[in-house]
């Protein structure tokens, strides 16, 4: 059932896993305080966050053919997006999310911005929506992917991170980030609010060893994942096909 008919359906239930960021409410505050917040959990802020994954990349992509391809996996708003197709650096970035209300103000921010194919020059920019875990793209397709502050909003993370690996260049990178689990907890705990399973809007993770062994059974070799906590709870994993 399509998320706007959700609600007029007597008979089922909110579910926030899924439902949360298809909400039009979600997708306007995310650049209007939402994000901003994440800096309470460590995340360094956008622009730092830009020069670490563009930092990664550039082995990859520098070397590629004169077809790069980068996607922004759950890319939201499009913060990241724009950043990376402002750059230069690739021929084509591409924005994915589940949400077509995130996308809808990613396209508005993209044109308020204007990143026209004009200001863009060589740098093909495109959005589409899909699902994380069926990801519509070719095998071995993708030079470098991004997923910033997305994967605790997975419903099935295993699948994800599987179909990354699966369109992930051989010598691709996937840059992420994510939460530790006592971000929400502290938050909960805040608030007073006992959360129950089905009420829970995101994935729970205990450690960067679980976190480590979900890429590992991907497919990406140990030696080529690193995982690291900046402040509080904020995750960074680095790992190449």
């Given at each position: 059932?399509?998320?706007p008919l959700r609600s007029l359906l007597p008979n089922e239930e909110y579910i926030p896993m899924r439902?949360?960021?298809?909400s039009p409410a979600v997708s306007f505050a995310y650049e209007r305080g939402w994000r901003q917040g994440f800096a309470a959990a460590g995340f360094p802020g956008i622009d730092a966050e830009y020069q670490l994954v563009k930092e990664y990349f550039e082995p990859n992509t520098a070397t590629s053919s004169d077809s790069t391809v980068v996607v922004d996996m759950s890319c939201a708003t499009g913060l990241m997006t724009r950043r990376?197709?402002?750059s230069g650096d690739y021929n084509r970035v591409i924005?994915?999310?589940y949400s077509?209300?995130?996308?809808?103000?990613?396209?508005?921010?993209?044109?308020?911005?204007g990143l026209t194919k004009a200001k863009l020059g060589r740098t093909q920019l495109d959005l589409v929506r899909?699902?994380?875990a069926q990801i519509s793209m070719q095998d071995e397709s993708v030079d470098a992917l991004h997923a910033g502050a997305a994967m605790h909003c997975w419903p099935d993370v295993q699948a994800g991170l599987n179909?990354?690996?699966r369109v992930l260049r051989p010598g691709g990178r996937y840059f992420a980030s994510t939460f530790l689990s006592e971000y929400f907890q502290t938050l909960q705990a805040a608030e007073r609010e006992e959360i129950t399973a089905q009420m829970q809007a995101f994935q729970y993770f205990e450690s960067t060893d679980k976190l480590k062994e979900m890429l590992l059974k991907a497919g990406f070799e140990e030696d080529k994942v690193t995982v690291d906590v900046l402040g509080r709870a904020c995750v960074i994993m680095k790992c190449e096909k």
């Amino acid at each position: 059932v399509p998320p706007p008919l959700r609600s007029l359906l007597p008979n089922e239930e909110y579910i926030p896993m899924r439902d949360l960021f298809t909400s039009p409410a979600v997708s306007f505050a995310y650049e209007r305080g939402w994000r901003q917040g994440f800096a309470a959990a460590g995340f360094p802020g956008i622009d730092a966050e830009y020069q670490l994954v563009k930092e990664y990349f550039e082995p990859n992509t520098a070397t590629s053919s004169d077809s790069t391809v980068v996607v922004d996996m759950s890319c939201a708003t499009g913060l990241m997006t724009r950043r990376l197709a402002q750059s230069g650096d690739y021929n084509r970035v591409i924005g994915c999310d589940y949400s077509e209300s995130m996308l809808y103000e990613a396209r508005k921010r993209i044109n308020q911005a204007g990143l026209t194919k004009a200001k863009l020059g060589r740098t093909q920019l495109d959005l589409v929506r899909l699902d994380v875990a069926q990801i519509s793209m070719q095998d071995e397709s993708v030079d470098a992917l991004h997923a910033g502050a997305a994967m605790h909003c997975w419903p099935d993370v295993q699948a994800g991170l599987n179909e990354i690996y699966r369109v992930l260049r051989p010598g691709g990178r996937y840059f992420a980030s994510t939460f530790l689990s006592e971000y929400f907890q502290t938050l909960q705990a805040a608030e007073r609010e006992e959360i129950t399973a089905q009420m829970q809007a995101f994935q729970y993770f205990e450690s960067t060893d679980k976190l480590k062994e979900m890429l590992l059974k991907a497919g990406f070799e140990e030696d080529k994942v690193t995982v690291d906590v900046l402040g509080r709870a904020c995750v960074i994993m680095k790992c190449e096909k």
